[in-house]
Each structure stands twice: as structure tokens, then as C-alpha cells.
């Protein structure tokens, strides 16, 4: 006795859409998608089109990563992590060398203490226009500008000029707290003393007008 065998007849896909929406359902009743590779049948994570992020968009419900541990996006809050996340995506002082973007708009890098850690190129030069490096040093190839001022840290390595913070996400900061020195106050104070000392007539106003252009300072 012969047996008949269903026919699968699977439409013509040239200018179908990719993105499951172009279906097929077979005789026994399986229902399948085109995906722009192949006909698969559509499931529930584990088999079919749904083990597959589609060409033309579609969302994930989980985190992906890369390597293993090598980048990862997180699903749950929208941050990322490149190579080690310094020190869960906060200030990086495990010595962990990486990216970590966090929800929040904050960008960490952990790098060795020294190490550039950020760089800025134009179209014609060689060298970097702006070197931002691990242990706070910076240099810039043009003129750096202030609406307000600059200060200077007099006593840096005193750690007596320091307090700590902590920020809602339990981040601790060392905030400085000693003398400075206000390069815009020395400026207008050298403006001063320059015009005052084209006025001093003797000594004393001399002497005077060096005082009070000084007193700021």
C-alpha cells in the first residue's frame, strides 16, 4: 500500500519582508517564518526564529555579551561594560583596565596610574590635540578658556586638605578642601598692579598701590 507524502510548497521570498511577518504554513499544520536566510519556525526562545535577533530590528529581553565576560550590554538599566568594568561601574580603583558606561551618563575607565586614558585627534595632525591621563595630568594643544576661573591646588599632598564624600550610588570621592590659588584674582591683581604703579608718583604710593592690589591674593 502507498502512502502519499505532503508537499511542502514554500513561497517565492524575493522582496518579502525579513522580519517573521512573511509566513508559510506547511500541510501538517507547522507555521513558519522567513527571516531573510532560511524558513524557521517561530518558538519560544529555545528553537526557531526566537533564538535570533532579526535583521531588521527586534528586541532582546536579556543581557548580551561578547567573549564571555569581553563586553557586555546590560538589559536591565541601559549600561555597558567593555573589557574589566572598573569596580562595578564606579570609580575604578581596583586597578580593573576597561570602559563602563553607566545609566546614569557616567563614563568610567580604568587604566594603568599614568596611562592615557582618553584622547582627542583632528583631521591633519599627528599628534593628540587633547590627552586626558590616569593620574590627572592633561595636555592641551590650543588655548583653554574660563567663563569663570582656574585654582590651583597649593598643598595638594597634604592629605589633612581632604574630605570624603559619598554619592547616592555609594560612590566615595576625595574632595580638596585646602588653600588655593585663583589664577583669575592674580590676574586682575598683576592689571591693577601695572595700572597703579604707572600712577604711583613715590615710595609710599608706590608701596600703597602694591598692597592693594595684592590684598585678594
Not at 513561497?11 to 522580519?19: A, N
Not at 517561530?42 to 543581557?63: E, L, R
Not at 574660563?146 to 554619592?167: G, K, M, R, V, W
Request: overall charge negative.
Amino acid at each position: 500500500m502507498s502512502q502519499s507524502m505532503a508537499v511542502y510548497d514554500f513561497p517565492d521570498t524575493t522582496g518579502q519582508p525579513t522580519d517573521g511577518s512573511f509566513e508559510y504554513t506547511s500541510p501538517d499544520g507547522t507555521l513558519y517564518e522567513w527571516n531573510g536566510y532560511a524558513w524557521v519556525v517561530p518558538g519560544d526562545g529555545t528553537s526557531g526564529s526566537a533564538q535570533f535577533v532579526k535583521v531588521v530590528g527586534d528586541n532582546m529581553t536579556g543581557d548580551l555579551t561578547l567573549g564571555t565576560d569581553k563586553i557586555t550590554l546590560d538589559a536591565a538599566d541601559g549600561s555597558a561594560t567593555f573589557g574589566q568594568a572598573p569596580l562595578d561601574n564606579t570609580d575604578g580603583k581596583t586597578g580593573d583596565y576597561g570602559a563602563a558606561f553607566s545609566n546614569n551618563g557616567r563614563l568610567t575607565l580604568g587604566r594603568a596610574k599614568g596611562a592615557t586614558a582618553f584622547q582627542i585627534y583632528n583631521q591633519t595632525d599627528p599628534a593628540a590635540a587633547v590627552v586626558l591621563n590616569s593620574n590627572g595630568s592633561a595636555t592641551f594643544a590650543g588655548t583653554v578658556t574660563s567663563a569663570n576661573s582656574f585654582a590651583i591646588q597649593l598643598e595638594a599632598d597634604n592629605s589633612a586638605n581632604y574630605t570624603t564624600t559619598t554619592d547616592s550610588e555609594g560612590v566615595e570621592t576625595q574632595v580638596y578642601n585646602g588653600p588655593t590659588l585663583d589664577v583669575k584674582e592674580v590676574g586682575l591683581a598683576l592689571v591693577a598692579l601695572k595700572a597703579a604703579a604707572a600712577n604711583a608718583t613715590d615710595f609710599t604710593s608706590l608701596k600703597s598701590a602694591i598692597a592693594t592690589s595684592l590684598a585678594n591674593i
